[in-house]
């Protein structure tokens, strides 16, 4: 093997190239950050015999700077040109919500050429479950509030359409983020092309009213991978106590999968994924259940 540096046509080593390459010879579009943090909340009854209700909420911040300013989004900002992308997700994070060390998993890029019209901008949104009993949220950096929302997500009509060679999907979903004080409401139409093994996603906002930038599009694509993944993974258990009764997990599954589900075929599904504790509850009013835990041993089968 020869010990001669590789050359190109110009006949420059890679460190020659280096020394000579202009990085300004291309326009540099400023790449962003968005989270999607989730998690489930209860809300209490005045009978204290009934069980709280649980609700999937999403976390937002008020905007405190234009554009759209005092309307709400996703926590995020833009990526520092000397950390990851996955670092200025959690800092980010962390300086506009106080929210800090808890899983998160890249979502989807997203790259319109007008999506933010400051200028060019892409952002990688990133998707996180979260205990909120476990979380102290307060606004900081530039976001003038931080709030959870309850999630809704309804499909309002499915198209098919023949093509010669396949078929063409159309879903109108609705999305509806909502709290005491504040309702944003908006709908996707999901377009999905199927010819042969090849399978094409478009996402368009039909309707939008009080979501900045496109983050309706990161709503509802975060939404359709949370109910994916709860089928086949362990993710939903991020978003429970260290222990809870099978009763509050399989309220929690139906709450992201937005159906209900048999009791018995349920607790078979997830037998394995649960340990069985010594301890029970102790709520008023209610019969004691038994407590169980994650198996840890699961994930790693």
Not at 177 to 189: A, F
Not at 222 to 234: H, N, P, Q, S, V
Not at 260 to 270: G, Q
């Given at each position: 093997m020869s010990n001669q540096p590789v050359t190109d046509h110009n006949g420059l080593t890679e460190e020659q190239f280096l020394k000579t390459y202009n990085a300004g010879s291309y326009e540099r579009p400023s790449v962003a950050v968005d989270m999607l943090i989730f998690t489930v909340m209860e809300q209490e009854q005045?009978?204290?015999r009934k069980l709280a209700e649980k609700s999937l909420q999403l976390l937002l911040i008020q905007r405190g700077e234009h554009?759209?300013?005092?309307?709400?989004?996703?926590?995020?900002?833009?990526?520092?040109?000397?950390?990851?992308?996955?670092?200025?997700?959690?800092?980010?994070?962390?300086?506009?919500?106080?929210?800090?060390n808890i899983y998160m998993e890249q979502l989807y890029t997203w790259g319109d050429v007008e999506r933010d019209p400051r200028m060019r901008v892409i952002s990688c949104s990133y998707m996180a479950l979260v205990d909120r009993k476990a979380l102290t949220v307060q606004a900081g950096d530039d976001a003038a509030a931080a709030a959870w929302f309850e999630v809704s997500y309804n499909?309002?009509?499915t198209r098919r359409e023949e093509l010669e060679q396949g078929i063409r999907l159309e879903?109108?979903?609705?999305?509806?983020?909502?709290?005491?004080?504040?309702?944003?409401?908006?709908?996707?139409?999901l377009t999905e092309t199927i010819r042969g093994h090849v399978r094409h996603m478009d996402r368009e906002i039909v309707r939008s009213s009080g979501f900045s930038f496109d983050h309706l599009l990161m709503v509802q694509a975060?939404?359709?991978?949370?109910?994916?993944?709860?089928?086949?993974?362990?993710i939903v258990f991020n978003l429970m106590p260290p222990l809870f009764t099978l009763s509050e997990l399989q309220r929690v599954y139906e709450i992201i999968l937005g159906k209900?589900?048999?009791?018995?075929?349920?607790?078979?599904?997830?037998a394995e994924r649960v340990i069985e504790t010594d301890e029970s509850t102790r709520d008023a009013g209610h019969r004691p259940s038994k407590l169980y835990r994650y198996n840890l041993e699961w994930s790693l089968t």
């Open positions: 005045d009978n204290y554009p759209f300013l005092g309307q709400w989004a996703l926590p995020g900002g833009f990526v520092g040109i000397h950390e990851s992308v996955e670092e200025a997700a959690r800092r980010e994070l962390y300086s506009e919500t106080n929210i800090d499909i309002l009509e879903t109108f979903v609705e999305i509806i983020l909502q709290n005491e004080q504040v309702k944003l409401s908006g709908v996707v139409k975060a939404i359709e991978r949370l109910r994916g993944k709860a089928e086949y993974t362990d209900e589900l048999l009791a018995a075929a349920f607790r078979r599904k997830i």
